[in-house]
């Protein structure tokens, strides 16, 4: 018996990756007023596999919906619009308004999406830039019981057997898993490049489905489990010398006590 694939991506809304961050005045997190968002880039990776999954595997229809999901702001419509332009077929989005949800409350939340998208693959990104959790696939999989593979730098899809392998990047390696599907994926920086939406399909997207739900609806409890207490700077590298040969840079090292 074949196993067909309904995908879910969970894209989020971050502050560009071009963007400089810079801490708000009043050291609570990144200021985000006039600044250019964009789907988080690890997210981006992640539905590029998705599209890839079915574009790779079109004879046997192996992927039979792709829906991205973002929680965040009604303006986490935009993420939703460009994942659609770029190849999913639906979309939801989880109006949180103005509340940055813990990877907890985003996990709870996803997994209500599952239960009613009847998804049997997830592929989220490993990590959000804006916060560097690093936690949501792994919450999720641990909510839902199912395995986890993260870091991805490689996915196949055994239909048959109904069994996915994962190539990992871990320290000085690379890891092969395999576990059978429902499963998490998380991936890593290497797994694709993504593409860009050409303007036809940006146009066509603008009538796919977008569906907005609040947390509420979901049943799902977001509340925060953290308080941030402060957010501040790396503190500003000093100016380095040029010194005139390698003899020189010695004793000022050890002058330093540096060796
Ligand atoms: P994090 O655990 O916050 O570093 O995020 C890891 C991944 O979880 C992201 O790349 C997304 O795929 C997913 N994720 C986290 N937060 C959200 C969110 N608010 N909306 C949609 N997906 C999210």
């Not at 006039?34 to 599209?51: H, Q, R, T, W, Y």
């Not at 993260?150 to 057997?161: G, H, I, L, R, W």
């Not at 429902?182 to 593409?195: F, V």
């Not at 000093?238 to 040969?245: D, L, R």
Request: hydrophobic residues 40%; contains cysteine; neutral net charge.
């Amino acid at each position: 018996m074949s196993t067909k694939l309904r995908i879910l991506v969970p894209v989020k809304r971050v502050i560009d990756s071009a963007v400089r961050p810079r801490v708000n005045k009043a050291q609570t997190g990144v200021e985000t007023q006039g600044v250019k968002f964009s789907m988080n880039p690890f997210c981006d990776i992640a539905l590029e596999e998705a599209l890839r999954l079915r574009e790779n595997n079109k004879a046997s229809s192996l992927v039979e919906s792709i829906h991205a999901v973002s929680a965040g702001p009604s303006k986490a419509q935009e993420v939703l619009r460009a994942a659609l332009a770029k190849g999913a077929d639906e979309s939801t989005l989880i109006d949180t308004g103005s509340t940055d949800v813990e990877p907890l409350g985003v996990a709870k939340m996803l997994k209500k999406i599952i239960d009613e998208q009847k998804s049997n693959l997830v592929i989220l990104g490993k990590q959000a830039i804006d916060n560097d959790s690093n936690q949501t696939g792994q919450i999720l999989a641990g909510l839902l019981n199912w395995p986890q593979a993260t870091n991805a730098s490689k996915v196949e899809v055994d239909e048959q057997a109904g069994k996915v392998t994962v190539t990992r990047e871990i320290d000085g390696g690379v890891e092969t898993v395999a576990a059978p599907l429902p499963m998490i994926i998380t991936t890593d920086l290497r797994l694709n490049e993504p593409r860009y939406a050409s303007l036809p399909n940006i146009m066509k997207a603008k009538k796919k489905p977008l569906k907005v739900v609040k947390p509420d609806d979901l049943g799902a409890d977001i509340a925060s489990r953290l308080e941030i207490l402060k957010v501040s700077e790396p503190p500003v590298r000093q100016a380095g010398e040029i010194v005139e040969s390698t003899d020189e840079l010695i004793s000022r090292l050890k002058k330093a006590g540096a060796v």
